[in-house]
């Protein structure tokens, strides 16, 4: 559930994301698109890309490995702006922000802030390692 309010929130509040889904580009119903199963499936699969890197902390090899794939696979398959995976970021440390209150003290936001910053670092490196220039200061 947490994963599927992220890209409700992410697309509603930043409607340019939905251009790289044509399933889904045209919905502006957030109930619709959380019936989306195109948009449930690439919302499950990013959170288990997340999941994977937080169990792989320890190999940082592994953790470059994911999300050098993810990287690579935005920019050359895809044509994502990197911008995203920021904004995304904030999306994400936003709604945990929310769904978990109390419970999510400024030690456990410092944490989740440095891990999605190193998930933009790891990612936008795969963007420059395949040559992709649309790197802008303002998405860094």
Request: hydrophobic share 45%; charged share 20%.
């Amino acid at each position: 559930l947490f994963s599927f309010s992220v890209f409700v929130r992410f697309f509603v509040n930043f409607p340019s994301a939905k251009q790289y889904f044509s399933q889904f580009q045209d919905m502006e119903d957030p109930e619709e698109m959380e019936k989306s199963p195109q948009l449930r499936k690439h919302a499950r699969r990013v959170m288990n890309a997340i999941n994977t890197v937080v169990e792989n902390l320890h190999d940082p090899e592994k953790v470059s490995s994911v999300l050098g794939l993810v990287g690579k696979a935005h920019a050359l398959k895809y044509k994502v702006e990197p911008m995203y995976f920021k904004i995304l970021s904030g999306v994400i440390l936003e709604i945990l922000a929310e769904d978990f209150g109390e419970c999510f003290t400024s030690e456990v936001q410092t944490s989740w802030t440095k891990l999605m910053a190193a998930l933009y670092w790891y990612i936008t490196g795969a963007y420059t390692e395949v040559g992709w220039l649309k790197l802008s200061s303002s998405a860094v």
